[in-house]
């Protein structure tokens, strides 16, 4: 099986059903087709799907690429807001978690805090919002405390895509009738919006009085056939969890993280938290290494909202000399297609490892190409279940197709000890 990335003059899904992504503009030398690829899924209200090459999440990807994708787009914001503006940084659940964890790490921003779809009821939620076109609908803002995001330094939106900007604009009505500020910027690895949607957020700004400022790394327009959705569902169904012809082994890694240093953005992530951070993803790496093979390639697979961690941790690995692709898990379902030119060519549906949780979950590729990987699996305590390792879950999913697995368990930040270690804290 060829890799989801290899180089084709002509995607899948435009050849055969019309589907294109075109590019209009950039100021980063990059383009729209070599930032995504069309993909599909069977969805009444939006049957196309933008597969990023740069972000990891459907398609392993070289960690490095994906840092670097998020440091110029960190750039682009550092260009429109100036050197003095001290951003405070947010970032879209799930697709853009790590993504807006990098451009928070490029910018030294004070604070970055992502979206979840997590409920944690001993932090509660400060604000939501909602995402119209998605499959889960819903976005909760869980800081340690209000005051990390009361305040007005300019605050930067980051998502992976800009389709409409409505997801945006919810977030600003959302933060700013908690905390009003002068000035936003959204960012986007791609913005693919008409000119109408851009209308609109300029008409929302005006109603609010405030700056709205968008920066991408190229700016496109999809191209969307009449009769997609109906084209879509003709197609053969989709094959998922394919069975190889042995079952592949399944070993654990505990992870110890510092309770008071927190593993990602979903409560806040301080700018003084950085060094204690790094600190322990080397250590993670460290432990990580100690268990592989360095002659053989590894797949570091995140487990949906949890991206940042694995990717610095695959990103340790391969400069320490391993060959390392990253990706994650994702709540979106998404259509299979085992054929040249088409992104995702291999699909694993496994059962949400979260109590409570009853949508599944999806995998999609996890292959290297033509050679045998190790897909390390990191994940953090809530997921840590019997669903987890159940007939149906990703361990089971992935065993059985024959791929080798080493499960990284994060203990992960206590939320109640980086409250108490945050009091008085502000950003």
Same mark, same amino acid.
């Given at each position: 099986m060829s890799s989801p990335t290899e180089v084709c003059e002509v995607p899948w899904a435009t050849e055969q059903l019309g589907l294109m992504f075109t590019h209009v503009s950039s100021n980063t030398g990059m383009t729209i087709p070599d930032l995504?690829?069309?993909?599909?899924?069977?969805?009444?209200?939006?049957?196309?799907?933008?597969?990023?090459?740069?972000?990891?999440?459907?398609?392993?990807?070289?960690?490095?690429?994906?840092?670097?994708?998020?440091d110029r787009l960190g750039d682009q914001v550092a260009a429109v807001l100036g050197p003095e503006a001290d951003p405070v940084v947010l970032g879209f659940a799930e697709t853009a978690t790590g993504l807006g964890h990098c451009v928070a790490a490029r910018l030294n921003a004070r604070c970055y805090l992502h979206s979840t779809r997590r409920d944690v009821p001993e932090i509660g939620t400060f604000a939501g919002f909602e995402e119209g076109h998605s499959h889960a609908t819903s976005h909760q803002l869980q800081p340690?405390?209000?005051?990390?995001?009361?305040?007005d330094h300019p605050l930067v939106l980051v998502d992976d895509e800009i389709s409409t900007g409505a997801t945006a604009v919810d977030a600003i009505r959302a933060l700013h009738e908690h905390s009003p500020r002068r000035r936003y910027v959204i960012a986007s690895l791609v913005d693919m919006r008409?000119?109408?949607?851009?209308?609109?957020?300029?008409?929302?700004?005006?109603?609010?009085?405030?700056?709205?400022?968008?920066?991408?790394?190229?700016? @496109?327009?999809?191209?969307? $056939?009449?009769?997609? /959705?109906?084209? &879509?569902?003709?197609?053969?169904?989709?094959?998922?969890?394919?069975?190889?012809?042995?079952?592949?082994?399944?070993?654990?890694?505990?992870?110890?993280?510092?309770?008071?240093v927190p593993e990602g953005g979903r409560h806040?992530?301080?700018?003084?938290d950085t060094e204690e951070f790094d600190a322990a993803i080397g250590s993670a790496a460290a432990t990580l @290494?100690?268990?592989l093979d $360095?002659?053989?390639? /590894?797949?570091? &697979?995140?487990s949906e909202e949890l991206m940042y961690l694995p990717l610095r941790i695959a990103e340790v690995m391969s400069t320490s000399g391993y060959r390392v692709r990253f990706q994650t898990t994702t709540r979106s379902p998404a259509y299979v297609l085992d054929q040249a030119g088409y992104p995702l060519r291999r699909?694993?549906?496994?059962?949400?490892?979260?109590?409570?949780?009853d949508q599944p979950r999806f995998v999609y590729n996890a292959q290297w190409s033509d050679e045998d990987p190790v897909v390390v699996v990191v994940i953090d305590t809530a997921a840590d279940t019997d669903r987890l390792t159940a007939r149906g879950g990703l361990l089971d999913v992935l065993s059985a197709s024959g791929t080798d697995v080493l499960l990284a368990v994060v203990s992960g930040a206590d939320p109640r000890s980086l409250r108490a270690a945050r009091v008085g804290a502000s950003a």
């Open positions: 995504v690829m069309p993909g599909l899924r069977r969805n009444l209200r939006r049957a196309h799907l933008l597969v990023s090459t740069v972000l990891g999440k459907h398609v392993p990807t070289d960690p490095s690429v994906v840092i670097a994708a998020g340690t405390s209000a005051e990390l995001f009361a305040n008409a000119q109408d949607h851009r209308d609109a957020v300029d008409d929302v700004a005006a109603e609010l009085g405030v700056q709205i400022d968008s920066v991408s790394l190229a700016e @496109g327009y999809t191209v969307l $056939p009449d009769g997609l /959705v109906e084209s &879509v569902d003709a197609l053969p169904d989709s094959v998922f969890n394919v069975v190889g012809a042995r079952t592949g082994t399944v070993e654990r890694a505990d992870i110890n993280w510092p309770a008071a806040g992530f301080l700018r003084e @290494g100690e268990r $360095p002659r053989r390639p /590894v797949i570091v &697979v995140g699909g694993f549906r496994f059962t949400a490892p979260e109590n409570g949780e």
